[in-house]
């Protein structure tokens, strides 16, 4: 008896839990309940603040720019520290302690001076190419802990003139034996290592933007997406509104300044896109957020690959020693950076070809050639599709 009421009954049972499947998985591609009210996207403009565009309900605001922020004013302290080796700041260039470039970077001896920053629990050592797997995340970091290392050993020369195979100064900037301005290196793979692979790879990716948005963070006034989205703005600039206009002082610092320098009709493009992302978010639309998402980590990606050439090719015209020198070490920076570029799938393959093909001669940066520096700028233009 028992078999034959299950053997009588069983199609309806499947057929019910098949149908809680098929209305779960409905439910599941419905949108998040509205956590805010409407935002009017057209109502924003490229003069709109953006950390005062967007409150709930008892007028608070959601922004909190935060650790990245925090993070920007560290590495700022850092690249202050370093350029310390140049004639003109100050006029009569240090030497460094690689113990104090080396706590700056990973945040320990106390050694930073801006409020707050020493007891934050935040480093850039621990940020850096955050989005890459353990042994390959360490690698970049142990890349940049080299160069530290290398910098520091240059500096004790900073007041001798460089040859090739000896450290010390051309003009006013200081290169290692390679002839390679290493401060410059640092500065410029950080900017993709840190600030690029922040917002491209961790905050703004498609798996990023499912993030939470029906209710805030328990003890905050932002939603989980709402938050992503401003610490990315936030890696871009601490600003209300970021500055669009190079001829502007001070100018955004690092990835936004050459976003305004290399791209320029874009840059105020990608400020609009922050702004209509954060509206789509509050609006809750899931395409409009990563339309703009799109816009932005297209067009950072640019930004590094148009320095990276830039820079290439500012060494080709240049005559001066130190001119080319101070190029090419900025090059050489934005070249390493192109591994976080994935938007355009480029990766450290990509980019290790380059550098190896610039610098694997006899006397490195001393030997480079033009037809060395166009193998390189031909590549990055093919792949990111520059003209």
Known sequence: MTGFMFSKYAPLALLALAFSFTSCDKNDNEPAPALRTKIDASTLTATSRYTEAFKDASGQTTVDLGTSTQRLDMFTEFNSYMALVAVASPATPSTLDVAKLRGLYANTGNYFTGTGLNASGLSLRSTTAASFAGTQAESVRGYIDNNITKLATASQSVNQVATPGSAGRLGRYLVDGNGIEVNQVIQKALIGALLLDQMNNVLLTDNALKANNSQVVNGKAYSELEHNWDLAYGYLTSNAIMTTDIALTPRERFLAGYLNEKNG???????????????????????????????????????????????????????????????????????YSLRFCSKYSADAAFSDNLLTGLTSGTNGAWSLTNTQADVAINAIKTKFSIQ
């Open 265 to 335: 009709p874009a840059s105020p493009g990608v400020y609009m896109a922050f702004l209509k992302g954060r509206a789509a978010i509050v609006n809750n639309d899931a395409a409009g957020v990563k339309a703009q998402a799109d816009i932005i980590r297209t067009e950072l990606e640019k930004t590094i690959a148009l320095s990276a050439v830039s820079y290439l090719s500012n060494w080709k015209a240049a005559a001066d020693p130190a001119v080319k020198a101070h190029a090419l070490g900025e090059g050489l920076g934005f070249i």
